[in-house]
């Protein structure tokens, strides 16, 4: 008789994980159980494992300041010995398989308490009633998220006839099958050689010769779609796929509701699962991939060569610039999938791209991920600066050394070079800037970089702090902003509009929105106007004239892309509520509130018109899908400290409205100063919810601030 399956390991000792941290990367480690009695678990590893905390219960706070104290007061305890906030990014369905997926092909192993951890996090995070997976962890289940999960699950080692795998199938059958994936997973599943590369929408690196006036040219496209589009290309010219295997060969009769070599695979090149649409193809798309076809049956082999040739040189500057790092999640492990097929496993740069994806990898209460990015470092430290300097926390005894420790770590970070080959590689300038996560990840990201030009000034003027960042760095930083302006006078994310919108109509990749060309956003347009007050205001001669314009314009801006019903639209967060507060930011700059602005007053009373009963805010991503307002189900604490700190800015005069908000996030917080996680707070694309954990104690520490500071500090 054959041996019984051994049953899998439900969870490794989480006693014994710990997380290193230098310069902004966290890595994770899992230590000898003798090595983790000798060291003791910190604070901070403790509280992301989800494991009890030795920390003290507080006094009871009696006035509103007594609760943000209280919560700097546990979020000091996280602050790591670099400076920085560690914290998830993740959200997303698709970011753990690309990497486990490459991890397979490139015949590289997953150490087994990572391996374990990675079945447990699917394991959780599946649907619980169908046992699927979305797009997001609280998606519902579509062929993209099951699909690759499924596979994730059966590389990492679950047995086809584990339970959890027997009903994850059931549902991929019931939305019909791997087939009916949508482009980026029948890429996955094509690399992997459990799909056809006949069966997917071509990716032609030709593209790239192109010359770069033409409006399609890759470098003119949203950077994100560049650098996935790059590496996918180089795969898809040359038909790349890994080495066939008894485990690919079962998975081929498993993805599909009919066996693997009846299928006809150029039908389903536009077979999509309903489930999975958000961004349909239009006709233009459709007639485009049939011209692309043609070309893959009589093209250049010449031209493709060549094409290969460049998508490798492109490949090589993303490596290098960012000292192989990469932009994000998805370009990470497709880079080194490439390098791989190029130079080998044994190659300098392959075994660079290895140890940098440790960079991704986080592990949580649920288990362990491939994050968004390599981390929000930056974003979350320079909020957190501006909420306990605004709250006068700052200045108290306890709290200086976790500030002094915040200020060196934004310093640290400011990129002070520009790319190697900028040009060659379609990079804007990068001096003065400041990325999302850390320093060598290299990109620019517009209100990152103006939100720790805010940070930076409220810190270096407490009583207590030297000056760090001179001023002739903060100018770079200017400088940077004022060119990245567009014509319609908003400021979108790493780059100006580089190209037409009409290239959303050839949007191939069918779960997303919005993801060609850079956009202007009302939340990184008011950033910048901000930013640039802050430096304008303490240089008020250096480009006075072009600051002036540029927040001219960016006004104008932001009236313009106000609703009907007063709100703005947020893209990076969710959503109405989001970027009504960026909106009301902007106007009060300018000294437009209430009381003598018809869009500030609209602002407000869109706000109000959604203040639920128990005095909260409470806002569904589905608003992100919709583009229409959509309640949570609860109210949430990050979405009301964004409500009444829209409020206050504006000058909104009847204050109960704001201290029922106030005291539904005192109301909320726990006896040890924390705020426990709610719903998932950001987004990208439209339809990708990510989380941003550190949100719950910026904010709400920044809305308890606010209001003391403006109304005086209250009881309860």
Same mark, same amino acid.
């Given at each position: 008789?054959?041996?019984?399956?051994?049953?899998?390991?439900?969870?490794?000792?989480?006693?014994?994980?710990?997380?290193?941290?230098?310069?902004?990367?966290?890595?994770?480690?899992?230590?000898?159980?003798?090595?983790?009695?000798?060291?003791?678990?910190?604070?901070?590893?403790?509280?992301?494992?989800?494991?009890?905390?030795?920390?003290?219960?507080?006094?009871?706070?009696?006035?509103?300041?007594?609760?943000?104290?209280?919560?700097?007061?546990?979020?000091?305890?996280?602050?790591?010995?670099?400076?920085?906030?560690?914290?998830?990014?993740?959200?997303?369905?698709?970011?753990?398989?690309?990497?486990?997926?490459?991890?397979?092909?490139?015949?590289?192993?997953?150490?087994?308490?990572?391996?374990?951890?990675?079945?447990?996090?699917?394991?959780?995070?599946?649907?619980?009633?169908?046992?699927?997976?979305?797009?997001?962890?609280?998606?519902?289940?579509?062929?993209?998220?099951?699909?690759?999960?499924?596979?994730?699950?059966?590389?990492?080692?679950?047995?086809?006839?584990?339970?959890?795998?027997?009903?994850?199938?059931?549902?991929?059958?019931?939305?019909?099958?791997?087939?009916?994936?949508?482009?980026?997973?029948?890429?996955?599943?094509?690399?992997?050689?459990?799909?056809?590369?006949?069966?997917?929408?071509?990716?032609?690196?030709?593209?790239?010769?192109?010359?770069?006036?033409?409006?399609?040219?890759?470098?003119?496209?949203?950077?994100?779609?560049?650098?996935?589009?790059?590496?996918?290309?180089?795969?898809?010219?040359?038909?790349?796929?890994?080495?066939?295997?008894?485990?690919?060969?079962?998975?081929?009769?498993?993805?599909?509701?009919?066996?693997?070599?009846?299928?006809?695979?150029?039908?389903?090149?536009?077979?999509?699962?309903?489930?999975?649409?958000?961004?349909?193809?239009?006709?233009?798309?459709?007639?485009?991939?049939?011209?692309?076809?043609?070309?893959?049956?009589?093209?250049?082999?010449?031209?493709?060569?060549?094409?290969?040739?460049?998508?490798?040189?492109?490949?090589?500057?993303?490596?290098?610039?960012?000292?192989?790092?990469?932009?994000?999640?998805?370009?990470?492990?497709?880079?080194?999938?490439?390098?791989?097929?190029?130079?080998?496993?044994?190659?300098?740069?392959?075994?660079?791209?290895?140890?940098?994806?440790?960079?991704?990898?986080?592990?949580?209460?649920?288990?362990?991920?491939?994050?968004?990015?390599?981390?929000?470092?930056?974003?979350?430290?320079?909020?957190?600066?501006?909420?306990?300097?605004?709250?006068?926390?700052?200045?108290?005894?306890?709290?200086?050394?976790?500030?002094?420790?915040?200020?060196?770590?934004?310093?640290?970070?400011?990129?002070?070079?520009?790319?190697?080959?900028?040009?060659?590689?379609?990079?804007?300038?990068?001096?003065?800037?400041?990325?999302?996560?850390?320093?060598?990840?290299?990109?620019?990201?517009?209100?990152?970089?103006?939100?720790?030009?805010?940070?930076?000034?409220?810190?270096?003027?407490?009583?207590?702090?030297?000056?760090?960042?001179?001023?002739?760095?903060?100018?770079?930083?200017?400088?940077?902003?004022?060119?990245?302006?567009?014509?319609?006078?908003?400021?979108?994310?790493?780059?100006?509009?580089?190209?037409?919108?009409?290239?959303?109509?050839?949007?191939?990749?069918?779960?997303?929105?919005?993801?060609?060309?850079?956009?202007?956003?009302?939340?990184?347009?008011?950033?910048?106007?901000?930013?640039?007050?802050?430096?304008?205001?303490?240089?008020?001669?250096?480009?006075?004239?072009?600051?002036?314009? =540029?927040?001219?314009? #960016? !006004?104008?801006? &932001?009236?313009?892309? /106000? $609703?009907? *019903? @007063?709100? %703005?639209?947020?893209?990076?967060?969710?959503?109405?509520?989001?970027?009504?507060?960026?909106?009301?930011?902007?106007?009060?700059?300018?000294?437009?509130?209430?009381?003598?602005?018809?869009?500030?007053?609209?602002?407000?009373?869109?706000?109000?018109?959604?203040?639920?009963?128990?005095?909260?805010?409470?806002?569904?991503?589905?608003?992100?899908?919709?583009?229409?307002?959509?309640?949570?189900?609860?109210?949430?604490?990050?979405?009301?400290?964004?409500?009444?700190?829209?409020?206050?800015?504006?000058?909104?005069?009847?204050?109960? =409205?704001?201290?029922? #908000? !106030?005291?539904? &996030?005192?109301?909320? /917080? $726990?006896? *040890? @100063?924390? %705020?426990?996680?709610?719903?998932?707070?950001?987004?990208?694309?439209?339809?990708?919810?990510?989380?941003?954990?550190?949100?719950?104690?910026?904010?709400?520490?920044?809305?308890?601030?606010?209001?003391?500071?403006?109304?005086?500090?209250?009881?309860?």
């Amino acid at each position: 008789m054959p041996a019984k399956p051994q049953p899998l390991p439900t969870s490794t000792d989480l006693n014994r994980w710990r997380l290193e941290t230098v310069d902004g990367r966290q890595i994770w480690k899992y230590i000898s159980a003798k090595e983790a009695a000798a060291n003791p678990q910190p604070i901070v590893d403790k509280y992301w494992l989800g494991l009890d905390l030795d920390v003290p219960t507080l006094p009871r706070p009696r006035t509103v300041k007594a609760v943000a104290r209280n919560g700097f007061e546990f979020l000091k305890r996280l602050q790591c010995t670099d400076g920085h906030f560690a914290g998830a990014y993740d959200g997303p369905q698709f970011m753990t398989p690309g990497y486990v997926i490459t991890m397979y092909i490139c015949k590289q192993e997953i150490p087994e308490p990572s391996r374990i951890e990675m079945i447990r996090y699917l394991l959780n995070t599946a649907n619980k009633e169908d046992g699927g997976w979305g797009i997001h962890v609280e998606g519902h289940s579509t062929v993209f998220g099951t699909a690759l999960n499924y596979v994730t699950l059966r590389l990492l080692g679950v047995p086809a006839d584990h339970p959890a795998a027997v009903k994850a199938r059931q549902t991929l059958h019931g939305l019909g099958g791997a087939a009916a994936s949508p482009a980026w997973a029948k890429f996955w599943l094509s690399v992997l050689g459990v799909y056809e590369y006949e069966g997917m929408n071509p990716v032609p690196p030709e593209l790239w010769l192109l010359p770069y006036s033409a409006p399609i040219h890759p470098g003119r496209w949203w950077i994100h779609t560049r650098m996935v589009y790059l590496p996918m290309g180089f795969v898809y010219g040359q038909r790349l796929k890994g080495e066939e295997t008894e485990l690919t060969r079962a998975l081929r009769q498993e993805l599909y509701t009919q066996p693997y070599d009846t299928i006809r695979w150029s039908k389903q090149c536009n077979n999509v699962a309903k489930s999975d649409v958000f961004y349909p193809h239009t006709m233009l798309l459709d007639g485009l991939n049939t011209v692309c076809w043609m070309y893959e049956k009589v093209g250049s082999t010449r031209l493709r060569k060549w094409a290969i040739e460049e998508s490798w040189k492109q490949l090589q500057m993303e490596d290098e610039n960012t000292k192989f790092g990469n932009l994000a999640c998805v370009n990470k492990p497709l880079n080194m999938l490439c390098t791989y097929f190029r130079l080998g496993a044994d190659s300098v740069e392959f075994k660079k791209h290895k140890e940098h994806c440790l960079d991704y990898i986080w592990i949580g209460e649920k288990g362990m991920h491939f994050n968004g990015t390599d981390g929000s470092q930056l974003w979350d430290a320079t909020f957190i600066a501006q909420a306990v300097c605004e709250a006068g926390l700052a200045e108290e005894p306890q709290f200086r050394q976790c500030v002094l420790n915040t200020l060196e770590f934004i310093d640290t970070q400011q990129i002070r070079t520009d790319p190697e080959n900028r040009e060659k590689c379609y990079r804007d300038a990068t001096k003065g800037a400041w990325p999302f996560s850390r320093r060598d990840q290299g990109y620019t990201v517009s209100d990152c970089t103006a939100e720790a030009i805010k940070g930076i000034y409220t810190l270096q003027e407490l009583s207590y702090t030297e000056e760090k960042v001179s001023e002739s760095r903060l100018r770079d930083s200017v400088d940077l902003l004022l060119r990245m302006q567009n014509s319609d006078g908003g400021f979108a994310t790493y780059e100006k509009t580089r190209s037409f919108k009409f290239l959303e109509w050839i949007n191939p990749a069918e779960v997303f929105g919005d993801i060609m060309v850079e956009y202007s956003y009302p939340e990184c347009t008011t950033a910048v106007l901000l930013g640039l007050k802050a430096y304008h205001e303490r240089n008020p001669d250096y480009r006075a004239a072009d600051i002036a314009k =540029a927040t001219d314009l #960016g !006004i104008k801006y &932001i009236k313009k892309v /106000q $609703k009907a *019903d @007063g709100s %703005w639209f947020g893209s990076w967060a969710i959503c109405f509520t989001y970027a009504t507060w960026f909106g009301l930011e902007a106007l009060a700059s300018v000294g437009e509130y209430y009381d003598n602005s018809d869009p500030a007053r609209r602002g407000c009373e869109f706000l109000i018109s959604i203040q639920r009963e128990d005095g909260g805010w409470g806002e569904s991503y589905k608003s992100c899908e919709t583009n229409t307002y959509h309640p949570h189900a609860q109210t949430q604490v990050v979405q009301t400290a964004w409500a009444v700190m829209a409020l206050m800015a504006a000058k909104y005069p009847h204050k109960e =409205a704001i201290r029922r #908000g !106030i005291d539904l &996030i005192a109301s909320r /917080q $726990k006896p *040890d @100063g924390r %705020w426990e996680q709610e719903g998932i707070e950001g987004v990208f694309n439209r339809n990708a919810m990510i989380v941003y954990p550190n949100y719950k104690f910026c904010f709400s520490i920044w809305a308890l601030g606010r209001y003391a500071r403006i109304y005086g500090d209250e009881r309860l």
